[in-house]
């Protein structure tokens, strides 16, 4: 039986995700090729350290399997009758938080132009470089464009709110999928165990908490002893290894200092109470409420600036697993292949 061009598609980024297994079984002591990638990354941001580099190619290598692609995609007509440009511009505030995007399109049958951001270029040239390599056909359907130019006949853009009122007015005339600043929430009831916390701290302080999908405010019910809490993210010294975030934390520790402003001093983070999601790099907002149902309720008053709630919400994602998403979970909640499919 031929192979259809999805099936060929999905094979091709199967084979990725195996490429990308391979390469990152060899110790980067013994591996020039990854660590000279990793270090053209590092000194394009230095928000990207190895760890998270590696993590983040870790975390694709699993995803970009037939069987997790075929399970995805299913549900949708990919297809289409004429295929169009879709212009891509990618945020570039977590390694190769944009590729989500570059995947839908590839998969849609699409033509995918692509802008990265001067933050994560190496990462997602590395990427398209490779599917080139095994999809020769990929050369013209998808292409690194540093000026878009005019000719698409679609835009996905992800920046902060100033930058999508821009994308907003600047491609109304264009079928678009414009995504602004979102955070993550959590909540924590008075029985929260120990092990649980860890795991919070891994959605917390992954990628510095830099991503969308980071916790920046926290739910604590009353009764909460929020010693355990601090006891926790204070064992977490090896972040203030990295310069820029441990300047960040004493800038803001002396903000709030001068400004006699009350705060827990986690050392490696600062607890701030404050009902706003979104909080400045070193510190994270805390608010207590009296339990469970509050907290629902809270969060649906404020979903629109949610990206994910953690811990035992009603639609709750399990602690620890902020920064793991699964493929059919969108930015904004915005479901990317049936955008790619009505058009």
């Not at 917390?204 to 830099?210: P, S």
């Not at 355990?228 to 990295?242: M, Y």
């Not at 827990?264 to 600062?270: G, K, P, R, S, Y």
């Not at 969060?299 to 629109?304: G, L, N, Q, R, V």
């Amino acid at each position: 039986m031929q192979e259809t061009a999805l099936q060929k598609r999905i094979t091709v980024l199967d084979q990725l995700g195996k490429t990308l297994g391979r390469l990152l079984q060899v110790p980067l002591s013994e591996n020039e090729s990854l660590a000279a990638l990793i270090r053209t990354a590092e000194a394009e941001n230095k928000w990207f350290t190895s760890d998270y580099i590696l993590k983040a190619l870790n975390y694709w290598s699993q995803q970009l399997t037939s069987n997790k692609l075929l399970d995805w995609i299913t549900p949708y007509t990919l297809n289409p009758h004429q295929e169009k440009r879709i212009l891509l511009i990618m945020a570039g505030n977590i390694p190769l938080v944009g590729f989500h995007d570059l995947l839908s399109v590839y998969l849609s049958g699409h033509h995918c132009l692509i802008k990265p951001s001067q933050k994560d270029s190496t990462l997602i040239r590395f990427m398209v470089e490779h599917i080139h390599h095994l999809d020769s056909a990929s050369t013209q359907s998808l292409q690194i464009r540093l000026d878009p130019g005019a000719d698409f006949d679609a835009v996905i853009a992800t920046g902060s709110n100033n930058s999508g009122r821009y994308f907003d007015y600047y491609f109304k005339k264009y079928p678009h999928l414009i995504r602004k600043n979102r955070n993550s929430v959590a909540l924590l009831l008075k029985d929260t165990n120990t092990h649980s916390l860890e795991l919070l701290a891994n959605d917390i302080f992954d990628y510095f908490g830099l991503g969308c999908r980071n916790v920046t405010q926290l739910l604590i019910e009353r009764g909460f002893e929020l010693k355990a809490l601090t006891k926790v993210l204070s064992a977490r010294s090896e972040i203030l290894q990295h310069n820029k975030y441990a300047n960040n934390v004493e800038y803001q520790r002396s903000l709030l200092l001068l400004n006699q402003a009350e705060f827990i001093d986690a050392e490696t983070i600062l607890m701030v109470e404050d009902e706003t999601i979104h909080s400045p790099i070193g510190v994270l907002h805390y608010k207590w409420i009296e339990d469970r149902l509050e907290a629902d309720k809270w969060a649906e008053t404020y979903s629109e600036d949610i990206q994910c709630a953690v811990g035992p919400f009603n639609y709750g994602i399990p602690f620890g697993h902020s920064q793991q998403p699964t493929l059919d979970t969108y930015a904004d909640q915005i479901d990317t292949l049936t955008f790619l499919s009505n058009l």
